[in-house]
């Protein structure tokens, strides 16, 4: 049971991504699922989250600039992130809840994905 990540990269201020989180051995829509961020130097932040029932929970730092969402066809979640700034840079990780009651609190996910690096620069 795992996730991999991808879709992350190098972007100016200003501009998108778009990151998948895959799963593989078990199927992402049974499951809540959310997005992590680690910048240098900073503690892991949590992004936002969605519940199996497609509810959604995001961070007052994520709020109106990225999107979680799931595509159950690739069974994948993924997240789009626009308006994008150089504090926005880190690793990425996904990682696999029940639900997102606690969706902040990391110990409340089971799996975890290896991460894709995100570089916001001029």
């Known amino acids: 049971l795992y996730f991999v990540e991808s879709g992350g990269g190098a972007v100016q201020p200003g501009g998108s991504l778009r990151l998948s989180c895959r799963g593989y051995g078990f199927s992402v829509e049974y499951y809540a699922n959310g997005w992590f961020r680690q910048a240098p130097g900073k503690e892991q932040e949590g992004l936002a989250c969605?519940?199996?029932?497609?509810?959604?929970s995001y961070a007052d730092s994520a709020k109106g600039r990225f999107t979680i969402s799931r595509d159950d066809t690739k069974n994948a979640v993924t997240l789009q992130m626009n308006s994008l700034k150089p504090e926005d840079t880190g690793v990425y990780y996904c990682a696999r809840e029940d639900v997102c009651d606690n969706w902040l609190t990391q110990s409340s996910y089971d799996r975890w994905g290896q991460g894709t690096q995100v570089t916001v620069a001029s």
């Open positions: 969605i519940n199996w029932h497609n509810s959604t």
